[in-house]
């Protein structure tokens, strides 16, 4: 059974920093490619970042940019999410998922949330 | 960036309806959508893969269809459970970007 674990999320300052950690099991996690998504409080998803199943390549989204790294130990099963310089709009839940062969997304984890606020 | 529009936002339905949301690509993005599911307090959930493919597991009254810029999704006949918000993803470009959501509400 495919297992996505978020964890890291609580409150920090704006202008600090965070590292989300993304536990997979279940699946060879060293297969795909794996992204970060977002939803703040009541709104729509909104997409993060993603990293190729070796992290050779990443992208981002323009919210983030310069501010997030999205890396990955394929040793550890593990995706992370190093987030600088957050601000109160990036308050959200912080879903990570597993892409499929068809190119979107058929695992995702419940969420951890992350609050920036002073 | 690959901007997604889709309507309407919210919609009022009853059970047994016919339901159909469109999202519009702001360029040609092929087949490269899918169709979530998201229900209060919980993952979004796959429902169509490739534009038109049903994901497995899901009932057949889910279709999805459309190709290039226009893209729809049906519900044959609105059942209870199937209250919630519907988004859009396009994955053709290395930016993703989803639909501003579809509620769909009871009657």
């Known amino acids: 059974e495919v297992q996505l674990v978020e964890s890291g999320g609580v409150v920090v300052q704006p202008g600090g920093s965070l590292r989300l950690s993304c536990a997979a099991s279940g699946f060879t996690f060293d297969d795909y490619t794996m992204h970060w998504v977002r939803q703040a409080p009541g709104k729509g998803l909104e997409w993060v970042s993603l990293?190729?199943?070796?992290?050779?390549?990443?992208y981002y989204a323009d919210s983030v940019k310069g501010r997030f790294t999205i890396s990955r130990d394929n040793s550890k099963n593990s995706l992370y999410l190093q987030m600088n310089s957050l601000r109160t709009e990036d308050t959200a839940l912080y879903y990570c998922?597993?892409?499929?062969?068809?190119?979107?997304?058929?695992?995702w984890g419940q969420g951890t949330l992350v609050t920036v606020s002073s | 960036d690959i901007q997604m529009t889709q309507s309407p936002s919210s919609l009022s339905a009853s059970v047994g309806d016919r339901v159909t949301i469109t999202c519009r690509a702001s360029q040609g993005i092929r087949n490269d959508l899918g169709w979530y599911q998201q229900k209060p307090g919980k993952a979004p959930k796959r429902l169509i893969y490739a534009a038109s493919s049903l994901q497995s597991g899901v009932p057949s009254r889910f279709s999805g269809s459309g190709s290039g810029t226009e893209f729809t999704l049906t519900i044959s006949s609105l059942q209870p459970e199937d209250f919630a918000t519907y988004y859009c993803l396009q994955h053709n470009s290395y930016q993703l970007t989803f639909g501003g959501g579809t509620k769909v509400e009871i009657k």
């Open positions: 998922a597993k892409e499929d062969d068809y190119g979107d997304f058929d695992y």
């Open positions: 990293i190729s199943w070796d992290g050779g390549s990443t």
